[in-house]
């Protein structure tokens, strides 16, 4: 057995050998642990956007309900039944997207739908805080509102998150991937 010098201790190159395959499994599992930590992070982090646009929905439908112009309610001009319908269809499929996520958080194949709702819970929530904005008029920007904080957070969120292009071609690639890879029919 061959010894030699190292900078802390005399150690075999065996010895030697089963410690650096030891630091590098560490190394492969704590990888794996920050990437299953950062996917239930993100998917944490997504599902309390979701609240906050369920949130949003809430006050604009009942300030909606609450308020006139030209002679009738707000609720009964057609364009915000329509916002107001297309608004609680993308929280919900951002919703499932998300609990999909969360289901397959700290698996590999999670990489995807991590991807998909770190683009569609802000995006999201963004257009139904802006909508709800523009249903309370000058007030929407207001403290009394709430918009204003909550809108702020989202978009540094969005921003702390890296630009929406750099998880669009992530997702891109992980589809191509998939389909470079089926057989052809």
């Known amino acids: 057995m061959t010894m030699r010098r190292t900078d802390t201790a005399k150690c075999s190159s065996k010895t030697s050998a089963c410690l650096r395959q030891i630091c590098c499994l560490a190394r492969r599992a704590v990888s794996r642990s920050r990437r299953a930590a950062s996917g239930r992070a993100r998917t944490h982090y997504c599902m309390r956007t979701i609240g906050k646009a369920e949130e949003a929905l809430e006050k604009m439908v ?32 951002t919703r499932l997207l998300c609990l999909k996520a969360a289901d397959k958080a700290g698996n590999k194949t999670a990489q995807l739908e991590i ?71």
């Open 62 to 93: 009942k300030r909606l309900n609450s308020s006139v112009a030209f002679g009738k309610k707000i609720i009964e001009h057609s364009v915000w039944e329509q916002r107001i319908a297309e608004a609680r269809i993308d929280i919900e499929m």
């Open 115 to 185: 991807a998909m709702i770190k683009v569609a819970a802000p995006r999201m929530a963004l257009r139904i805080m802006d909508q709800a904005i523009q249903a309370f008029g000058g007030a929407g920007v207001s403290d009394r509102a709430g918009f204003a904080r909550d809108d702020a957070s989202v978009r540094t969120m969005r921003l702390v998150d890296g630009p929406d292009e750099v998880h669009c071609r992530a997702i891109a690639r992980l589809e191509l991937r998939k389909h470079a890879s089926a057989p052809t029919k």
